[in-house]
Nanobody, 126 residues
Framework: QVQLVESGGGSVQAGGSLRLSCAASGDTYSSYYITWFRQTPGKEREWVAVIYPGGRTTYYTDSVKGRFTISQDNAKNTLYLQMNSLKPEDTAMYYC???????????????????WGQGTQVTVSS
């Protein structure tokens, strides 16, 4: 099964940018349904963005549309989340997750994903 490691989080001011990375090992990234989730203490894990197998189709939760971009580099077997125009409400622990087999639900359901990274913290100050 694929193993995932997130990186790229940090502290930024509102309006700034960060690029999160999710490095995969043990399997080919492009064959998976890959998504980013985020979670704030005391709240449910929230879906952020998804890329479908093959990398041709992407979707985003409404609150990040126009600001975040999900992509993947097959040569590096790495998933990215480019985050622009960051807001304080984007503050959370961000996780990448992979699902190798369907059904692929929309919006993605955390319980469907068998592989998770350990998370990377994003903090946005006003």
């Amino acid at each position: 099964q694929v193993q995932l490691v997130e990186s790229g989080g940090g502290s930024v001011q509102a309006g700034g940018s960060l690029r999160l990375s999710c490095a995969a090992s043990g399997d080919t990234y492009s064959s998976y349904y890959i998504t980013w989730f985020r979670q704030t203490p005391g709240k449910e894990r929230e879906w952020v963005a998804v890329i479908y197998p093959g990398g041709r189709t992407t979707y985003y939760t409404d609150s990040v549309k126009g600001r975040f971009t999900i992509s993947q580099d097959n040569a590096k077997n790495t998933l990215y989340l480019q985050m622009n125009s960051l807001k304080p409400e984007d503050t959370a622990m961000y996780y990448c997750a992979a699902q190798g087999r369907g059904p692929y639900y929309y919006p993605p359901r955390p319980a469907s994903f068998g592989a998770w990274g350990q998370g990377t913290q994003v903090t946005v100050s006003s």
